[in-house]
């Protein structure tokens, strides 16, 4: 192209945006026109937090953390000799019963072969828990007390820590289940810190009585805890403010520090907690463009 007095003009070619190209002639590698932020959004995937939404999802951590004060109490009032061996059993008994009830009405279909296979497996680890109380009465004999209750109050934490307060690895009765790392130690934590604080008791059939006591609230509590939570949630809540009621009391007659730390503590995850996420969403800037990783979508159904 020539301009009107005669000399020739030379033409720019249009930039363009290349991911892979190497250089484009004329141009700098780090070059960008007007067009570069037309496609940034900002805050696209940052989620509008609700304050009593974000309080009602933090009832399922209190709750668990009601459950697991009731048995340090429970294990208080057993070391103290203050509860007695047939009395255990009866609440063992009783909680049986009452998990056994939850499971059977909220799940669904019922049916007898699912009835049996309750049964037969609640039999099989009484039998082999009565079984191995002798081995648990005398298995930390040579150990002292100082330690053993160090270990146990730090399984304890451990177990509380790990905990999977989501439920994402629970699932009903008969469905797979492939629970996570961190929730197979979370188990095993309050297991052996359960072993420790039964083999200081002085009998066999106690060890017997809070070692049941002990499984059946860590290994079925969750369990009971997600079906009724999937059954009717205002349900989940009024057991789950039931619980906080229930516990707070025997705490306080128990002992009036631990009282005031885990009403500081449901106090610190029930209204703190969510109100410092609300507030801290006011920060989150989020900024996303074409420059971002491409994210590759398969679809499994061709």
Known sequence: MKSSDGNRIRLQP???????GGRQPGYDDNHTDESFLEEMVMNANVVKRDLLKVMIDSVSISQYLCIVALVVSTWTLTLNLDINETTLLKLDVGLLLVGFSVLLLTTCPFSLKLLAKYVLNI?????GLYVLAPIYHTLTRSISSDSIWALAVSLLLVHLFLHDYSGSTIR????LNNPKLTSNISLNASIVASVLVASRLPSRLHVFAIMLFSLQVFLFAPLITFCVKKYHFRLHLLF???LMVVTLSVTYQLHRMFFILLLALLVFISIVCPYWLIRIQEYKFEINGPWDEAKLC????E
């Open 298 to 301: 398969f679809d499994i159904t």
């Open 14 to 20: 249009m930039w363009r945006k290349v991911a892979y």
């Open 123 to 127: 039999s099989f680890f009484i039998s």
């Open 172 to 175: 009903p009765p008969g469905a």
């Open 240 to 242: 789950s403010f039931a």
